[in-house]
């Protein structure tokens, strides 16, 4: 079947309400495979050769699922997998190895049910059970430390005294410990490792709700405690709040290349909410405001979904929802936002779709492209299987020169990529073009290609012979 397309295009600056000006940016909103089953509230993640899984979360009548999915880079359609336990808005947290945490969650309903948990390891797609939390816990914060265990800290709702208590994980005898209590109990934290092999612990909602905590915590490992790290994310500001209320983030997807993780903050006055990137350095534990050039606009505007951090190319993506739309279904743009300098880009126009996707899943592609899965029709009961493939159409290729010669080994390639050697160029085992590839070669003496190397079906590859300096201003 084929699906429609839909572009986005822009050759001029938009004026925000805010009185900055934007820059247009070319995006193209494409539907994509559906899932299998409706779902929402659940984790996602891409695996590096562009594989999608989507764990957990809730499907049709507000009910805990224990499926996940597959997507293989190319395939037609999701595979499903069973999960030995339902995981809705569990603990959710992925190690240097890969391996993925699934801790918790709650049952039907959204009402904190469960202590089990589980580890999926990508390499053979087998999930496998861990010892069970000491705590009913849901709607909490979760991140591998450096030391190699994984701290969980907060929980939503009454059923436990989760949202006051942490825990650890260890992945050597798959166990949990509980921790020394959390200066402030909340809900839907952020947690997020530091070099030193502690851990941050920021954000979140009240255990029942209410505003946003403005406290940020440090756990030490070595008393198995917490303390205040400072009173505010922006102090002396107070009132900033960051969550992960709308799904189980994966933090190591928030890192940018200087090692800074990035989020999005907000601050309410009365029914209005302000908008500003954060960045934490886990080197020194520093929380600093993000500049962009505008500012981003408030929610009389829009509403922003968490952002979602490009590495290889300098951006960060945040989609948004246009809060002033009054027509039939909800109305999205992109932003953008260049990490060398801060400047904010954003769709001239907006997509429409027929459902929402608060509380979808997102993740980034290979090839610089969001992938958007799930969301509802109205609310938590009636989630949809729809998926979304988000294009933005500012991405120049990956150039890279090698002085001397370039021996190219065990490479998947998507995107746009060119490769330079002043001397040779050759591969040696698996070199994959993917579909979604356009890959030059150039050499100035030879480019040799191995047997393994391959150009997949719609995938596009050229070589070439001529001089090559890496000093060249490409």
Known sequence: MTMARFAVLAMFSLTAMTGGTCMALDVEFTPA???YLPRMAHAQLTLNDGTVVVFGGHGTGFTALNTAEILYDGAPSFQVLNMLYSHDWPAFAVSDSGEVLLAGGSKDWGVPGYVTAETFDPTTELFSATDTLNRLRT??????LTGGKALIAGGWWIQSDAHTYGEIYDPSTRTFTPTGPLNVPRAYTIVLPADDGQGVVMGGYPYQGGAPIDAVEVYDVNTNSFAVLQDSLFPPEMGWGITASSKPIAVQDQRMDDGRYL????????SVSAHRLLTYDPATK????????PPLPDSTEFSFHPPVVDRIRGKVRILALNTEYNGSGHEYYLFSVNLSDGDLEQ?????VLNYSLGNSGMSLLPNGNLFVTGGSMTNNFDPVSNTLIIAPNDVSPQEICHAGSKVIEGE????????????????????????????????????????????AAGGRFHGSIGPVTCSAVL
């Open 33 to 35: 495979t559906p899932m």
């Open 139 to 144: 709607g909490c914060g979760a991140a591998y």
């Open 263 to 270: 989020f999005l903050a907000f601050k309410s006055s009365g």
């Open 286 to 293: 520093v929380i600093a405001q993000f500049e962009t050039n």
């Open 347 to 351: 769709s001239e126009s907006g997509h």
């Open 412 to 455: 998947d390639y998507h995107g746009d990529w060119y490769i330079r050697a002043e001397t040779t160029l050759s591969t040696h085992g698996p070199v994959i073009v993917f579909d979604d590839a356009d890959v030059v070669f150039q050499a100035s003496r030879s480019i040799a290609l191995g047997h393994g190397f391959r150009v």
